[in-house]
């Protein structure tokens, strides 16, 4: 913990506000690695917060409802509308997320197991060190990026088990911070804070969204193909939110049955958003055909060739490449080496022009 407290300046002050009888003491201790950490009760965040603030984290007990709707009445005044807020869930509690959420949260990171590390690299990104950044300031692009892509995966993931529709407004919204946010930064920066993610699903989409906007970026696409792919990427697994959540987190590797059902999600998606209208015609192709190859052995309709267009092989590679480099319930992440030469291995099934040409990004040259 020292060393990592040696990199970082005084300039990031944190409100940690905390309903918790030990005032989140252990998390305090990890925030007082990147800043001066001001602790307080849910129930006496400042109306106003101090002009040296860099973020407020809040360790709150989302079952309690009058907690939730005194720190509802706070965040959501216009004081804190341009402040990181930086929310604590406990892993046992369903649609913790969508809660946070809807209470203001710009981002939130899991309570248990505490990963010290983990949390630092978040803090880091969530809140500049710098008091004086505006809108052009790097880190803040980030910030500002994640918590649109996240606000993505709430809705999809969540709000649409609930029975409330996706609308394609909503991936445009977001789309202009993604792009900036790897523009200014840069991949491993984006890889870094979205990887510290507690829940796979929603980490998974947002690592293929980071290569995929990398990809096109490196490869000089216009700015409107740029839009395009990063939309299809952010939304190209969206039939997962019809798979059950249990399916989902499964730690192991999943039956022939449950492989069979898991092979639904392209067409579940693909349906919904059908059914739903208003999403353009390549955004619906890359969510029914990614898991296609062009040697006509994926799924779910074996296409192969010709039949296969060029915004799905462009999803497929870094699709499969980002679940190669992620950590898994059932098994260690690969190499970035060893994630490109298995997708070599692969032969025809993918387009082997296009993967050379991301070796740039894979390798992290970008």
Request: hydrophobic share 40%; proline share 4%; net charge negative.
């Amino acid at each position: 913990m020292t060393a990592l407290a040696n990199n970082q300046t005084s300039k990031r002050r944190l409100l940690l506000a905390s309903d918790r009888s030990d005032q989140s003491n252990e998390l305090a201790s990890i925030l007082r690695s990147v800043g001066e950490v001001d602790t307080v009760p849910t129930s006496d965040i400042p109306e106003q917060p101090a002009r040296d603030l860099s973020g407020i984290v809040v360790d709150i007990n989302l079952r309690s409802p009058e907690a939730v709707q005194l720190v509802r009445a706070k965040l959501q005044a216009d004081a804190y509308r341009e402040m990181p807020r930086l929310f604590v869930l406990a892993d046992a509690l369903h649609h913790a997320s969508m809660q946070a959420w809807a209470l203001g949260a710009t981002d939130t990171i899991s309570r248990r197991p505490f990963d010290a590390r983990g949390i630092l690299q978040r803090i880091r990104a969530a809140f500049p060190d710098d008091s004086g950044y505006d809108e052009t300031d790097r880190g803040k692009a980030l910030n500002r990026g994640v918590e649109a892509a996240h606000g993505v995966m709430v809705k999809m993931f969540e709000r649409m088990r609930a029975g409330e529709p996706l609308k394609f407004e909503d991936i445009v919204a977001a789309e202009n911070k993604i792009l900036k946010a790897i523009k200014h930064n840069s991949l491993r920066e984006w890889l870094t804070t979205v990887g510290c993610h507690h829940q796979e699903t929603y980490r998974h989409c947002l690592f293929v969204t980071g290569f995929a906007v990398a990809f096109a970026q490196h490869l000089g696409m216009r700015d409107d193909d740029q839009r395009r792919l990063a939309r299809a990427a952010l939304l190209h697994d969206v039939g997962k939110a019809f798979v059950p959540v249990a399916l989902l987190d499964k730690p192991g590797a999943l039956t022939v049955e449950e492989m069979a059902e898991m092979r639904e999600h392209p067409r579940r998606g693909y349906e919904a958003l059908s059914a739903q209208g208003g999403f353009p015609p390549e955004m619906l192709d890359v969510i029914l055909h990614h898991h296609e190859f062009l040697d006509g052995t994926g799924y779910p309709n074996g296409l192969s060739g010709n039949q296969i267009s060029d915004i799905v092989r462009v999803t497929t590679i870094v699709d499969v490449y980002a679940a190669l480099v992620e950590k898994r319930a059932y098994r260690l992440q690969f190499t970035h080496a060893k994630a490109f030469s298995m997708m070599e291995e692969m032969g025809g099934k993918l387009d082997q022009q296009l993967l050379q040409a991301f070796r740039p990004v894979a390798f992290g040259h970008y």
